[in-house]
């Protein structure tokens, strides 16, 4: 395998972030424990009561035992009482939660229906609250039996999600935040979903989180993180970084007016390949590398970088609070504060043929799933392996139907013969800089030797394999096919011809600035995104006309970004870096660095799309 390598590439991107001196105070923010524990203190003596409570509530999975040891090692010290309550406690049982929300996670092993009617207080006992006030009261009659004369007080905590629902009227409140990237990663460890017990493996796991618990208690930290004194960003949980909820406000409303470049995340996969682990430098001991997301919004954090310390965010925070800022007021209108378009890696060089799959269309994944945009996509091809024919494999062959394939798949599996997939899939070789369009319903994979870029629409579950080379997963066992989910989903009519008339892109000059050149690569009515390539040769000057706009750096070394309204907010990208241009940035400058040209994707909502695809809690009249 031979491929050029370029070895910039940040895994682990900072966004600086300057706040006028009015806005906060370089005290409301602190790293690490002892930090944090002096910030306790200082409330604990402000405070006139004996009896102090704290709640300590956040994400599932953060590192609520660690938190608890240091407020225990604090009360010992300080000659407190010292009194925990775990909001577990006043949950339902794990098979109460599993019957209430069997239409949610459903007997299918992947899929599920997105919970977007569920409240995080139907995880709660209905007596929840008052139960938590009884044992409050019976705790503290217990201890005052065993106060001492030089005991100066009792701390109640109150911890884990829905911590201060149950104690509303704490006298200090702490939110704890994770990334899904780490929660996952607590997953893979054996962390099972909430209240919810033990999953089989690591898909049903996920299952829950997507179609479950991120849908309910991601809203609740929406509505409620406000009401909250402080967050913490638990994602290293031996060096926490908290501030302040005022300071976390001016952090994101100074963030959503600046270029921002999201923390990319990779994944391994059983196709995976090889290009992506040495680029972006991968610990070894990976396999491959198969996945690479920067961004795809609900799932990516950001890191903030201010007054020395640094915050890892999760990306929808920001959105929530600040969506016409970013996304500009049209697309606020389609989309509410739901980030419409990702970016993502799938790396096949050195790997594998990715598996032959179908996408459904609009109306199939609103009425099966529960979700609100399905997942159009296009491939551009970035990089390719040297000494084979790399391919991307996309729509039928004349005369060949979904049923005709889905039969001659059977017949695969039942012989264990492989499928001549080019009888019944168009097999088109790919080119470094082609772009292949991929509506929903037509039958596609990339094959191995590929690096590709893909532009999509923001979902990313709802892939169904109609054929995986009989390849068997890491279990041993066949990987699953979605038979069913897929033959209602395949459009016959996206066959030979009309791919290489409509979805083989071809692309026409839209800009010429000097020796800058902007091509339209890709535009369709059933594509919520556009497509451009800017051919960098010395400075572009552009404008965000109200609406945010995606770059990624596909040829060249290094570019720069310059806010014209505010050129303290400059930034520098790398080789296959991506940055987020919100439309509040408006006229800005980009130019390459160094001596060689460049060329950059160009990623925006259509502005042929007008079908409103609003997220649910937005259609609620939530946000």
């Known amino acids: 395998m031979e491929v050029n390598y370029v070895p910039s590439f940040k895994s682990t991107p900072l966004n600086p972030v300057r706040l006028q001196c009015h806005q906060a105070a370089q005290s409301d923010i602190g790293t690490g424990y002892e930090a944090w524990l002096r910030q306790i203190e200082e409330h604990c003596?402000?405070?006139?009561?004996?009896?102090?409570?704290?709640?300590?509530?956040?994400?599932?999975?953060?590192?609520?035992?660690?938190?608890?040891?240091?407020?225990?090692?604090?009360?010992?010290?300080?000659?407190?009482?010292?009194?925990?309550?775990?909001?577990?406690?006043?949950?339902?049982?794990?098979?109460?939660?599993?019957?209430?929300?069997d239409r949610y996670l459903t007997?299918?092993?992947?899929?599920?229906?997105?919970?977007?009617?569920?409240?995080f207080k139907d995880y709660f006992r209905l007596q929840a609250q008052a139960d938590w006030q009884a044992d409050v009261a019976e705790m503290l009659h217990q201890s005052s039996k065993s106060l001492g004369e030089n005991c100066s007080g009792t701390m109640i905590i109150t911890y884990g999600p829905g911590a201060g629902y149950l104690s509303s009227d704490a006298s200090l409140s702490i939110f704890?935040?994770?990334?899904?990237?780490?929660?996952?990663?607590?997953?893979?460890?054996?962390?099972?979903?909430?209240?919810?017990?033990?999953?089989?493996?690591?898909?049903?796991?996920?299952?829950?989180?997507?179609f479950l618990e991120w849908p309910v208690w991601d809203q609740y930290r929406k509505r409620y993180l406000n009401d909250f004194d402080y967050y913490m960003d638990m994602n290293d949980p031996d060096q926490p970084t908290?501030?302040?909820?005022?300071?976390?406000?001016?952090?994101?409303?100074?963030?959503?007016?600046?270029?921002?470049?999201?923390?990319?995340?990779?994944?391994?996969?059983?196709?995976?390949?090889?290009?992506?682990?040495?680029?972006?430098?991968?610990?070894?001991?990976?396999?491959?590398?198969?996945?690479?997301?920067?961004?795809?919004?609900?799932?990516?954090?950001?890191?903030?970088?201010v007054y020395g310390h640094?915050?890892?965010?999760?990306?929808?925070?920001?959105?929530?609070?600040?969506?016409?800022?970013i996304m500009g007021e049209r697309n606020v209108q389609l989309f509410g504060d739901y980030f419409p378009i990702r970016f993502d890696y799938l790396d096949t060089i050195g790997g594998d043929n990715l598996s032959l799959q179908v996408h459904p269309r609009q109306a199939y994944i609103e009425e099966t799933f529960n979700e609100t945009m399905t997942q159009q996509e296009s491939y551009y091809i970035m990089e390719q392996e040297e000494g084979i024919a790399p391919f991307v494999a996309l729509g039928f062959t004349e005369g060949t139907t979904g049923e005709q394939l889905l039969k001659a798949v059977d017949n695969a599996h039942a012989s264990r013969v492989p499928l001549a997939v080019e009888q019944y899939v168009n097999v088109l070789d790919?080119?470094?800089g082609d772009l292949f369009l991929i509506p929903p319903g037509a039958v596609h994979f990339s094959g191995k030797g590929n690096l590709v870029l893909e532009i999509s629409s923001t979902t990313w579950w709802f892939t169904f394999k109609i054929y995986d080379h009989l390849r068997l997963d890491k279990d041993g066992l066949p990987r699953p096919i979605n038979h069913d989910h897929a033959s209602r989903n395949m459009n016959d009519s996206f066959d030979t011809r009309y791919v290489n008339e409509q979805l083989?892109?071809?692309?026409?000059?839209?800009?010429?600035?000097?020796?800058?050149?902007?091509?339209?690569?890709?535009?369709?009515?059933?594509?919520?995104?556009?497509?451009?390539?800017?051919?960098?040769?010395?400075?572009?000057?552009?404008?965000?006309?109200?609406?945010?706009?995606?770059?990624?750096?596909?040829?060249?070394?290094?570019?720069?970004?310059?806010?014209?309204?505010?050129?303290?907010?400059?930034?520098?990208?790398?080789?296959?870096?991506?940055?987020?241009?919100?439309?509040?940035?408006?006229?800005?400058?980009?130019?390459?660095?160094?001596?060689?040209?460049c060329s950059l994707i160009v990623a925006q909502v259509s502005p042929n799309w007008h079908t409103p695809l609003l997220p649910h809690h937005w259609q609620a009249g939530e946000a």
């Open 242 to 305: 908290f501030l302040t909820l005022p300071l976390l406000r001016a952090l994101m409303e100074a963030a959503a007016k600046q270029p921002i470049r999201v923390k990319p995340f990779f994944a391994p996969g059983i196709w995976g390949g090889q290009y992506l682990k040495k680029l972006c430098d991968l610990p070894e001991e990976w396999e491959n590398c198969a996945w690479s997301f920067e961004p795809i919004a609900p799932e990516n954090t950001m890191l903030i970088e």
């Open 45 to 101: 003596n402000h405070h006139n009561s004996k009896t102090y409570h704290v709640a300590i509530d956040g994400t599932h999975g953060a590192a609520f035992t660690t938190i608890l040891e240091q407020l225990q090692a604090l009360c010992s010290h300080e000659n407190i009482v010292y009194i925990e309550l775990d909001s577990r406690r006043y949950m339902k049982s794990s098979a109460e939660l599993l019957t209430a929300f």
């Open 430 to 432: 790919s080119c470094k």
């Open 504 to 597: 083989v892109s071809s692309p026409v000059i839209s800009r010429v600035q000097g020796s800058s050149v902007e091509e339209l690569l890709g535009e369709r009515e059933d594509l919520l995104f556009q497509v451009k390539r800017l051919k960098l040769n010395g400075e572009w000057l552009d404008d965000t006309n109200g609406q945010f706009l995606m770059f990624n750096l596909v040829e060249g070394n290094r570019v720069r970004l310059t806010p014209l309204n505010n050129e303290e907010a400059t930034v520098e990208w790398g080789y296959a870096e991506s940055y987020i241009v919100p439309a509040a940035v408006g006229k800005f400058r980009i130019e390459s660095i160094g001596d060689t040209t």
């Open 310 to 325: 640094t915050l890892e965010l999760p990306f929808p925070l920001l959105l929530s609070a600040h969506p016409q800022q």
């Open 176 to 210: 704890c935040d994770i990334s899904r990237e780490h929660q996952q990663r607590l997953h893979r460890q054996g962390m099972g979903s909430l209240q919810l017990g033990k999953c089989v493996d690591s898909v049903e796991t996920y299952k829950h989180a997507l």
């Open 107 to 119: 007997d299918n092993r992947a899929f599920g229906y997105i919970a977007s009617d569920v409240d």
